[in-house]
């Protein structure tokens, strides 16, 4: 589905990443670890085609990322749900609005998405926030929405970016059930972390593997979870 082969990054002549080979597979759950500023986001980035590589092959859905056009590109990231870090929401719309943003923005008739968007919305634990504003819900509910945001249009691959930086821990633990549930409806899961418990607590609930960045490669970090 997502394949990195050989990849590098490079910013202002310094290479962040080297050498990276990396294959994401249908129904597949990873964590990818190491600690700020080893290129957690950056590797993210590559993966739903927002960044393109200094040098390697990046394939989405075996399609090379650097010979797509604008609109292939579009088109493949719409298989793609992304949960970024900062949520990036609209403050003057409502949490329903923001969800449906991915719809709009595909020019989709939300309108025909009602039943669909409380469907959603309750099963990341909202149904009670739809016309709340983002500034209103709390660190936990922003979270769970962008997660309901990333899967409106049903992707097939979910990328998680620290999603659990900023809640406490029993609400990391939620929103790691609901990724979980994700992977098991067949969903391929990408999660970037540096919280190690996150990972642990993930063993009794899904097969996962572990990655970790290290001096700007990505390494098997063990074995299975």
Same mark, same amino acid.
């Given at each position: 589905? $997502?394949?990195?082969?050989?990849?590098?990054?490079?910013?202002?002549?310094?290479?962040?990443?080297?050498?990276?080979?990396?294959?994401?597979?249908?129904?597949?759950?990873?964590?990818?670890?190491? @600690?700020?500023?080893?290129?957690?986001? %950056?590797?993210?980035?590559?993966?739903?085609?927002?960044?393109?590589?200094?040098?390697?092959?990046?394939?989405?859905?075996?399609?090379?990322? %650097?010979?797509?056009?604008?609109?292939?590109?579009?088109?493949?990231?719409?298989?793609?749900?992304?949960?970024?870090?900062?949520?990036?929401?609209?403050?003057?719309?409502?949490?329903?609005?923001?969800?449906?943003?991915?719809?709009?923005?595909?020019?989709?008739?939300?309108?025909?998405?009602?039943?669909?968007?409380?469907?959603?919305?309750?099963?990341?634990?909202?149904?009670?926030?739809?016309?709340?504003? @983002?500034?209103?819900?709390?660190?936990?509910?922003?979270?769970?929405?962008?997660?309901?945001?990333?899967? $409106?249009?049903? @992707?097939?691959?979910?990328?998680?970016?620290?999603?659990?930086?900023?809640?406490?821990?029993?609400?990391?633990?939620?929103?790691?059930?609901?990724?979980?549930?994700?992977?098991?409806?067949?969903? %391929?899961?990408?999660?970037?972390?540096?919280?190690?418990?996150? $990972?642990?607590?993930?063993?009794?609930?899904?097969?996962?593997?572990?990655?970790? $960045?290290?001096?700007?490669?990505?390494?098997?970090?063990?074995?299975?979870?």
């Amino acid at each position: 589905m $997502i394949d990195l082969e050989n990849v590098s990054q490079n910013y202002g002549g310094d290479e962040l990443l080297s050498g990276v080979s990396l294959r994401l597979a249908p129904g597949s759950f990873h964590f990818l670890t190491g @600690p700020s500023g080893a290129g957690k986001t %950056t590797m993210m980035k590559l993966c739903y085609g927002q960044l393109l590589p200094s040098t390697g092959s990046v394939r989405l859905f075996d399609k090379e990322v %650097t010979a797509m056009d604008r609109d292939m590109v579009a088109n493949t990231r719409r298989r793609i749900g992304v949960v970024h870090q900062d949520c990036q929401f609209l403050d003057h719309l409502t949490l329903a609005e923001n969800v449906l943003l991915p719809l709009t923005v595909a020019g989709r008739d939300t309108g025909a998405e009602a039943q669909n968007l409380k469907d959603l919305l309750g099963w990341v634990g909202l149904g009670a926030q739809t016309h709340a504003r @983002p500034p209103q819900l709390s660190g936990g509910e922003r979270q769970r929405a962008a997660l309901a945001r990333a899967v $409106i249009m049903d @992707p097939e691959v979910i990328l998680a970016d620290e999603p659990t930086g900023n809640i406490d821990w029993d609400m990391s633990l939620r929103l790691l059930q609901l990724l979980t549930e994700l992977n098991r409806m067949g969903k %391929t899961v990408l999660i970037a972390t540096h919280d190690l418990n996150l $990972i642990r607590a993930a063993k009794s609930q899904v097969a996962a593997r572990v990655l970790r $960045i290290k001096d700007r490669r990505v390494q098997l970090a063990g074995a299975d979870l």
